[in-house]
């Protein structure tokens, strides 16, 4: 005789996942890859971002063991890497640090003074360049007959300078990525 009670939604959810075929241990690790891949990639933005302390890292990391916790390392670890660019020392300096509590083992001590030096070169030939494109601007200004010390170019405005200032941050971004490459595996 035929059940003639209604199913619940759990109930026939069930029966259609009898139905149909076992997943394959690879759709399984694929499936976990897209499900713990951005828990590892949101806890590296809220550690970047000041959401987290350095102290709080490897209990938030340490919450997902085994594969999961694997994954989500393998996610988290890029995600600092990435970070590593010449336009915020901050930000750098701290995924480097970030890296450090994750992978203890990896002496980043002489990485971590290439990449200060790097931005110290960096902030200098930036200033010497504005300088340049400063007094650049500020002639241009006086051949249109405006001039006076209240002017001061403003290079923001500048299309010269903003291509300038992108030819010297990928110069040294090119740099920083050289050592990037002596980071733990990412």
């Known amino acids: 005789m035929e059940d003639k009670r ?41 550690y970047l971002e000041g959401a987290l302390k350095e102290r709080d ?15 989500v390392k393998k996610a988290f670890l890029p995600t600092l890497n990435q970070s590593i660019k010449v336009e915020s020392k901050s930000i750098s300096l701290r995924a480097l640090n970030g890296i450090k509590v994750v992978e203890p083992s990896a002496d980043l001590g002489e990485i971590k003074k290439q990449i200060e030096a790097i931005f110290d ?29 209240a002017i001061k170019p403003n290079l923001e405005e500048s299309q010269a300078w903003q291509a300038e200032l992108k030819r010297i941050q990928s110069e040294y971004d090119s740099k920083i990525s050289e050592l990037k490459e002596n980071l733990p595996p990412v």
């Open 121 to 149: 070169e960096f902030g200098r030939q930036v200033k010497r360049q504005i300088r340049r494109y400063e007094a650049l601007e500020t002639e241009r200004f006086q051949k249109l007959g405006i001039s006076g010390s």
């Open 57 to 71: 890292l490897q209990t938030e990391l340490s919450k997902y063991q085994g594969q999961e916790g694997g994954i």
């Open 6 to 46: 209604i199913k619940s939604a759990l109930e026939i959810a069930m029966e259609r996942a009898a139905s149909m075929p076992g997943l394959t241990q690879e759709e399984l690790a694929e499936q976990k890859e897209r499900e713990y891949q951005p828990r590892g990639a949101a806890i590296g933005r809220r």
